[in-house]
């Protein structure tokens, strides 16, 4: 098992900044954590990707969040970060954390239980 939580969420005016952290920890050493990700999801949508980055540290991010916010992680301790900058309400989401674990040859997808993340003067 992989266990992902998240935290840094809150309430923050538009034009402000938070930070989103998710820790991983692993009930089982063989278990590789690879590709890492945040998506979000706002009431009466689906979830979305925010961004992803992989273990070369390979980043992608969705166009509405581009040159806004920065997807960091840890290789050796496994934290994930989200510098998130010049929020605007319509970031206003629940956030995941997400993580692409190789086992034995097996892939395994795993999820923290989120954090929210409003934005509102």
């Known amino acids: 098992q992989v266990h992902l939580v998240e935290s840094g969420g809150g309430l923050v005016q538009p034009g402000g900044s938070l930070r989103l952290s998710c820790a991983a920890t692993?009930?089982?050493?063989?278990?590789?954590?690879?590709?890492m990700g945040w998506y979000r999801q706002a009431p009466g949508k689906q979830r979305e990707l925010v961004a992803t980055?992989?273990?070369?540290?390979?980043?992608n991010y969705a166009d509405s969040v581009k040159g806004r916010f920065t997807i960091s992680r840890d290789n050796v301790k496994n934290p994930m970060y989200l510098q998130m900058n010049s929020l605007e309400p319509e970031d206003t989401a629940v956030y995941y954390c997400?993580?692409?674990?190789?086992?034995?040859?097996?892939?395994?997808?795993?999820w923290g239980q989120g954090t929210q993340v409003t934005v509102s003067s």
């Open positions: 997400n993580a692409a674990v190789v086992r034995r040859g097996l892939w395994y997808s795993y």
């Open positions: 692993r009930s089982e050493s063989d278990f590789s954590i690879n590709t």
């Open positions: 980055i992989t273990v070369a540290g390979i980043t």
